[in-house]
């Protein structure tokens, strides 16, 4: 049965709000990049693809997507509306604010029709510094409300957002509203190898942002209601055409166990008659007159097995020494 991130990559399988967690230690930006490379049109299906820049102006955002997406992908520029930077935003690209941006979206979102639209945020890490929780909550309630033809993917980074005093956490209010929550981790938090075979990877000097793979907990609400939960592991190939290859912790991990028992040189042992004085070794003769001296127990074996002697042991037994005592007789007085 394919796993449900293989078919989220492959866009088989549908989901309406997705949320994106990682951190500094495992970036999310080739998952990311992967799962717009998958909301693009196909002969069969038209989809748009809505990019709202956030994080990064629109000239960063355009490199972290394949160049085929950016062709036919709308950019939102809201990074300037906030940003410190002097540079001044791309007329060509429209703008938007906080306030504006449903408004905006709203203008460029085509109606309910045959065509489906993703909405792309490269990063909701601002929007939760800047903002309360509650008032993110309502903006994605605004987002959903655009029809059930938008879909969001939403990254955020889990280590910025600051925790708020609230009885829930910020991770925890997303996993509610979201359909599909993932949390990008590091392989060597779970003891498997993605950087390549052998012990290529030790010698990277800080293990984070593995360029060809992570391990991704999952959690994805399907339509009947059913939740699936899944720990599993992507690697990209190196082939850009190729697919993702997802798989369980356990398949990779018999993968690796395997790929380096195939490596792995087998240890010479150390000859204990090295570097000594004197001769350990045997002739074939001196090996030949070892094997023809008989021994006295096969030499007794041998007695018996040819004469049957009857056995004259006996087998001498004394009974118990029981205490006849009267052991209350210390008793009286």
Known sequence: MPLILAKLLTNKEPSPIIVVEDSIKQTSQQLTRKLAASRRSTPSQSHQLVVCCVENPPAVARQLLENS??????????FSSWSYTPSRPDPAVPSATTSTLIEGLERIVPPATDAKTTVLFDSITPFLLHHP?????????????????????????????????????VDAILAHLATTYMTVRHGKDFGVMLDGTGDRDVFNAVDANSTVGAVVEFMHKKKSGKIVRELVAYKIPSDDKAPWIVS????????DALRVEETKQPDEEPDPAANLSFNLRLTDAQKNARAEVVLPYMHVQTASDTTQQPSTASIYYD?????EEDPDADLDI
């Open 319 to 323: 009974d118990d020494d029981y205490d």
């Open 248 to 255: 369980t912790l356990n398949e990779l991990r018999g993968l």
């Open 133 to 169: 929780i509650g008032v993110f909550a309502r903006l994605l309630k605004r987002l959903a409300a655009l029809g059930d033809h938008v879909s969001l993917i939403l990254p955020f980074h889990g280590d910025v957002v600051p925790s708020e005093h609230t009885e829930t956490s």
């Open 69 to 78: 997406v950016n062709a036919s992908a709308v950019f939102v520029d809201v």
